[in-house]
């Protein structure tokens, strides 16, 4: 097999995703299947994605409105589309990798207080749009594959749809940056929508061209066109676009609705989107097929699966499922290996409290019934305190019931409160974050950063958990390690003065800090599988490597926890 990668060297090149038209485009994932496509040729593949916001990064903002907050190695709080680069490309980004417009005028305003520009009016162009330049290519430098040396392409996707007022500063940048890189060194693919109209069935261009023209108006001409559509774009369709947009037709592909994410990919395999880039950033083509084989095999496999797998979904924004992305993207990566298929029951927290029963007896019933039609429970991570009554009683359901239980943060501590007032007889229990005043604080502050500061100031990030005990299902598991590393983003935590007590009541912490103060891993060992993680194991989940507590639910809820 040829390598790309060892063929050229020395010069990076860039491939930037802008979208057009509206946004939920699928931008994210058409820039990590592109990715996914250049890697299957032998490139090493990295990625930026540029928010053009102006918060820092995303760490304050609600997941009810943007979808989660993913969380990096390095404790960088990112864009969710971060995520899809990590799971698609298998690597590790950094918090550098999210681009956005706070980090680059902080950046610029740093230097002109140091006085960097003594003298100067310091000015979008060039100041601004001169940092953005020197960031991609700082960062797209970085090895984020485990290998050493830098990659050898970049992928950029520039959130937001073209013509947007935010993103202004980046287009001129990015414009700035394809002269300073050079031709064959930067493609452009814009990805956009051709409507369908019902009446006439016609496939429409108009504002695919509208929009290119846009781009050009701002100084970017596209290189390739990547059409979302209904079905695959007529012939004639392609000739019109090719004609007004200037594209060759080669160079346009249709994204035509698919059964699943995984597929995208395939689709862009199909119709030989590769070999239309490599052209762009003159590379040579390679001769043997692009390697997709396990991800193909993957996609077929998960086309098939027909015996479901329950899984309740406990939580707060359960009209969104973005806000949960990378959980059902966990809970899919076990179910494909487990060979089930993901069935998820979403139950609104505070729907199983007394209260709704007594307000709104009919929600109340509904809830209830999809926890108790689950195979299995999860109680994912989240802040304040609606629902969190909600998720103590799922916890105490499965717990009393030996339905599979998985509690991630938040859905850790919620269990603990559980066992402190229902084994414990310690009624008042709870977590200071919701009762600063209560006599038995089992969950308590225990911040590693600022206690003032909202943005960037929680445990964040890569944290080492030492496993305490042999027999536990969570050390096997994970393989029998001494120790793991997850992700971590919280301030709160098991009081350490409560843990002997509970040990006491036989719930067993299995896995702790190296300090042994912080509980990261509680689990119920006479339950079937009770397990609950301070830390996020879902951030670092893989299509091919399921997370290892994910696919011990799954397994659990699917009766083959033995046979793993
Ligand atoms: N709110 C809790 C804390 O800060 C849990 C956070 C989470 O679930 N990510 O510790």
Avoid at 393 to 415: D, F, H, S, V, W
Avoid at 436 to 447: E, G, L, R, S, Y
Avoid at 523 to 540: D, T
Wanted: glycine share 10%; hydrophobic share 40%; aromatic share 8%.
């Amino acid at each position: 097999v040829l390598l790309l990668g060892e063929v050229i060297k020395a010069v990076m090149k860039y491939v930037l995703v802008t979208g057009g038209v509206v946004s939920g485009l699928g931008k994210g994932v058409t820039a990590s299947s592109i990715g996914l496509l250049l890697q299957a040729c032998g490139l090493r593949v990295t990625s930026i994605k540029i928010d053009p916001y102006l918060n820092k990064d995303a760490g304050t903002m609600s997941p009810f409105e943007h979808g989660e907050v993913f969380v990096l190695d390095d404790g960088g709080e990112v864009d969710l589309d971060l995520g899809n680069y990590e799971r698609f490309l298998d690597v590790k980004l950094t918090r550098d990798n999210n681009i956005t417009t706070g980090k680059i005028y902080e950046s610029v305003i740093n230097k002109e207080r140091k006085g960097d520009y003594l003298g100067k009016t310091v000015q979008v162009v060039p100041h601004i749009t001169d940092a953005i330049q020197d960031w991609i290519e700082r960062v797209a430098a970085i090895p984020v594959d485990g290998k050493e040396g830098p990659p050898d392409v970049c992928v950029i996707e520039l959130g937001g749809t073209i013509g947007d007022i935010e993103s202004m500063p980046f287009i001129e940048a990015l414009g700035q940056f394809s002269y300073r890189v050079g031709a064959g060194n930067f493609c452009l693919i814009h990805v956009s929508l051709v409507p369908v109209l019902n009446v006439v069935g016609e496939q429409k261009t108009k504002p695919t061209q509208h929009s290119v023209r846009g781009l050009r108006s701002l100084g970017l001409t596209p290189n390739i066109l990547a059409c979302r559509s209904t079905k695959e774009l007529d012939a004639n369709v392609k000739g019109k676009l090719s004609r007004f947009c200037h594209v060759p037709e080669q160079n346009i592909v249709t994204l035509f609705d698919v059964p699943y994410i995984w597929h995208v990919p395939l689709l862009l395999l199909d119709q030989k989107a590769h070999e239309a880039i490599l052209k762009v950033l003159d590379l040579p083509c390679i001769t043997s097929k692009p390697m997709l084989g396990e991800w193909t095999a993957r996609a077929k496999v998960c086309d098939m699966l027909n015996e479901p797998v329950r899984v309740a979904m406990v939580g707060k924004y359960t009209g969104l499922s973005d806000s949960y992305h990378s959980v059902l993207k966990a809970l899919l990566h076990a179910s494909v290996a487990c060979r089930r298929k993901l069935v998820i029951n979403w139950v609104s927290a505070s729907d199983l409290e007394d209260a709704t029963a007594i307000e709104n007896p009919d929600v109340n019933k509904a809830a209830w019934d999809s926890l108790k039609s689950a195979d299995g429970v999860l109680v994912p991570g989240g802040f304040g305190d609606r629902g969190v009554e909600g998720k103590i009683i799922a916890a105490k359901y499965a717990r009393e019931n030996n339905i599979p239980y998985l509690g991630i943060c938040l859905g850790m501590q919620t269990a603990v409160i559980e066992y402190a007032r229902s084994i414990l007889g310690l009624e008042d229990a709870n977590s200071t974050e919701f009762d600063p005043n209560t006599k038995n604080p089992c969950v308590i502050f225990m911040p590693e950063g600022s206690k003032t500061h909202m943005g960037g100031t929680m445990r964040l990030g890569s944290r080492r958990t030492y496993f305490h005990a042999t027999d536990s299902k969570a050390f096997q598991l994970y393989g029998n390690q001494r120790f793991i590393d997850e992700r971590h983003r919280h301030r709160y935590e098991v009081n350490p003065d409560m843990v002997s007590k509970l040990e006491k009541a036989c719930l067993s912490f299995t896995g702790k800090d190296e300090s042994g103060t912080r509980m990261q891993i509680i689990e119920i060992g006479s339950h079937p599988y009770f397990v609950g993680v301070q830390f996020h194991p879902e951030f670092k989940s893989r299509p091919g490597k399921p997370s290892a507590l994910f696919l011990g639910l799954i397994a659990a809820a699917s009766g083959q926890l033995d046979v793993l």
